[in-house]
């Protein structure tokens, strides 16, 4: 076995436990996550909630509501109800929607709080503002099968169903119309039958396809068939792939394999930043900052290295902290991250 990709995640833990001494807060979050799945060492329950806590303590959404769920349902810590309530009070003041959304429960259904119908809907408001489609048909899903120790309530299950299909989700509109049938007499489908049917579904085959290209993409590049690579990644760039975005950006930009155009590259990059590459936005961070090919803007640098660290790519924390002493409140000013 090469030792260098045993060496490797242990250095990336190291620099983790650097950066939290130094107070970024995200990295404090992302290793209590190393210490809680165990993919890169073995769970280790005791640095678990070290890193838990010192990451909820420096305001993680994330770490907040995974100390919610340990409260309220035990393990590691014992079961504590009003913690749990203390928690997730602190989670929704930061406009953190899944902890609005929780919030509205406590108070819709008295957990360790009186009911409150107008408190309730108060924050499920604020939850919707918030939110997105994804997390509708998450907040749709839990009235509707009682998950989360929530209580079946289809009428609310409804409601959010159709804040997501508002929003443009097939998904939303189908569960719409699924809990829509139940209401009529109509069969009523269980979770996993749910999710099969989404797979028939325009965009989750609009997914696939553009997986598909990308993919048959690769394996030409790989075998030295670049018309047909380039074709393939033109095709997934069509349909909104990230990845196929980037590449066809390199590609122009590099020349080797189709000829060099910037102006094509710099297209391409941008609309893979606005995709969710984090590659691109980092790298469009580094032009932007240090004014190669497009004028110099340390604003707009920020923002894209902000970017990154919204879709998960730490690195952006690295470079916003040659700007800032506490870049992850830059980041929480201006993405709402939701994991």
Not at 149 to 175: F, N, P, Q, T
Not at 201 to 208: G, H, N
Not at 308 to 332: C, Q, T, W
Request: hydrophobic content about 40%.
């Amino acid at each position: 076995m090469d030792r260098r990709i045993v060496k490797a995640p242990l250095l990336a833990i190291e620099e983790y436990k650097r950066s939290a001494s130094r107070g970024c807060a995200r990295a404090k979050w992302e290793l209590a996550k190393i210490y809680r799945d165990g993919d890169i060492v073995e769970p280790n329950p005791y640095e678990f909630m070290h890193w838990l806590t010192a990451a909820a303590d420096a305001g993680i959404p994330e770490a907040m509501m995974e100390l919610v769920v340990r409260y309220r349902c035990g393990g590691l810590v014992l079961k504590d109800p009003s913690m749990a309530f203390e928690w997730l009070r602190k989670v929704a003041e930061q406009n953190y929607p899944l902890g609005e959304f929780f919030m509205g429960c406590a108070y819709l259904q008295g957990w360790n709080v009186e009911k409150d119908a107008a408190e309730a809907e108060a924050y499920f408001q604020r939850a919707r503002e918030h939110g997105d489609a994804d997390l509708f048909i998450r907040f749709g899903r839990n009235f509707e099968f009682g998950m989360a120790g929530i209580e079946v309530d289809l009428e609310r299950a409804k409601y959010w169903y159709k804040c997501a299909a508002d929003m443009g989700s097939d998904r939303g509109y189908y569960s719409l119309l699924a809990v829509e049938k139940v209401a009529k007499g109509g069969r009523y489908e269980t979770p996993e039958e749910r999710d099969r049917s989404f797979n028939d579904l325009p965009s989750v085959q609009e997914v696939r396809r553009r997986n598909k290209m990308l993919e048959e993409g690769d394996i030409h590049m790989e075998q030295g068939y670049y018309d047909k690579a380039v074709d393939r990644y033109m095709k997934a760039a069509d349909l909104g792939n990230a990845e196929a975005l980037y590449m066809l950006a390199i590609l122009y930009h590099d020349g080797e394999i189709v000829r060099r155009n910037d102006d094509i590259s710099y297209d391409y990059l941008d609309r893979a930043a606005i995709a969710g590459s984090t590659d691109a936005q980092l790298q469009l961070g580094k032009i932007y900052e240090e004014g190669r090919g497009r004028k110099q803007d340390r604003e707009r640098a920020l923002e894209m290295y902000a970017m990154a660290v919204a879709n998960g790519n730490l690195i952006g924390y690295y470079e916003l902290s040659r700007f800032m002493d506490h870049p992850e409140k830059f980041v929480r000013q201006r993405y709402r991250i939701v994991r």
